[in-house]
């Protein structure tokens, strides 16, 4: 069952493993960013805390295949991967991430 696959230690591992990676991933993509004020996230649950409005970003990431959504008073961009995603899929976010917030302009 789905209960028996998400209680099983060694998939949480994991998915505590592929958050991790995440962050550290975008902290390293977002470094020298002015814009950038913090990551953050529990789990697979990531934010990157701006100092302007994260829409554009929002777009850009959209018309890229990468969905990602706003959250706090809209200056936060959130990320929520399923369970599931694979360290192939966190690394092309990653990737698809920096490399859009790089041709933005925000």
């Known amino acids: 069952t789905v209960f ?3 209680n099983d230690p060694s998939f949480l ?3 505590t493993a592929k958050g991790e990676a995440l962050r550290e991933g975008l902290r390293k993509v977002t470094a020298g960013n002015p ?3 913090e990551v953050r996230g529990v789990g697979l649950i ?3 805390q701006l100092d302007a409005p ?3 970003l929002v777009t850009a990431a959209r018309d890229h295949g990468l969905l990602i959504i706003t959250a706090g008073a809209g200056d ?3 990320m929520v991967p399923p369970l599931t995603v694979t360290i192939d899929e966190v690394e092309q976010c990653i ?3 920096g490399e859009v917030l790089a041709a933005t302009k925000l």
């Open 54 to 56: 994260a829409g554009p």
């Open 4 to 6: 028996d696959v998400i």
């Open 76 to 78: 936060v961009v959130r």
């Open 95 to 97: 990737k698809t991430f």
């Open 35 to 37: 814009h950038v004020k």
């Open 13 to 15: 591992e994991a998915v």
């Open 46 to 48: 990531c934010g990157v």
